[in-house]
């Protein structure tokens, strides 16, 4: 099943809604919005409610496409102004502050959104068939030639023995990263942090290239096999 892409363009195909939505705050100056956010007492409270409004407004066109979402608006909007809070010191005055402030919500729910989306898919699954995995990402837009055919077979046959000398980790990993699972789920599934991620996937990376080089297939024949 095709899953809808998260984009911001898509996202606010109904401009009007979201200028009237907008329009609402469109009274309270930038240099008012930052003051009023910081200062303490009851001022800067009814402050922060508005913030919470205009996020849970603007969140609600933003994700309209995505009819679970509706009921984690709140969550959304929450962690945004957190998120707004904590960055205040950020904002340059490029764009009026309401727009920064729901820019940085949504950006908040799409994360949270795509990291839902495999919450329920383990690595171990994942692994279950490197080949698969490689082979599911095969370009497939027209029939190759016979002499791509049989160099794409061969470097899919030389990538199956190199992936099965990578560590159970590192094989995970790279699974996981061709099936376009975020990093951050990678990390929390593997229990580990986005630098030693990083490292990991370094080293899977380059002992994967030597790999193929040690059986004689260099980066242009793979680009040249796999080229439409």
């Known amino acids: ?6 984009t911001w363009m898509g996202t606010f195909s109904g401009m009007a809604s979201f200028r009237r939505t907008m329009d609402g705050f469109g009274q309270i100056s930038n240099a008012e919005w930052l003051h009023r956010l910081r200062v303490p007492g009851e001022e800067g409270k009814a402050a922060h409610r508005e913030l919470y409004a205009l996020l849970v ?3 609600r066109i933003a994700l309209a496409r995505w009819r679970h979402a509706d009921a984690l608006l709140e969550d959304f909007a929450q962690e945004g102004m957190l998120r707004v809070l904590a960055h205040l010191d950020e904002f340059r005055g490029d764009s009026a502050f309401a727009s920064w402030a729901l820019a940085i ?5 799409f994360s949270e959104l795509r990291r839902a989306r495999w919450r329920d ?4 699954a994942l692994t279950s068939d490197l080949r698969a995995e490689v082979t599911l990402h095969v370009p497939t837009k027209e029939a190759p030639t016979p002499e791509r055919a049989a160099a794409r077979a061969q470097i899919l046959a030389a ?3 190199v992936m099965s000398e990578l560590s159970a980790r590192q094989r995970q990993l790279i699974a996981a990263e ?5 990093q ?5 599934q593997m229990g580990t942090n986005r630098n030693a991620l990083y490292k990991l996937g370094h080293d899977a990376r380059l002992k994967l290239q030597r790999g193929l080089e040690r059986l004689g297939l260099s980066a242009d024949q793979v680009l040249w096999a796999f080229d439409e």
């Open 1 to 6: 099943m095709t899953r809808p892409r998260l």
């Open 105 to 109: 919500a949504v950006r908040v729910a």
């Open 121 to 124: 898919v383990s690595l171990d």
């Open 184 to 188: 951050e789920e990678i990390a929390a």
């Open 178 to 182: 061709l099936r376009g699972m975020p």
């Open 57 to 59: 407004r603007g969140l």
């Open 159 to 161: 990538l199956g023995k």
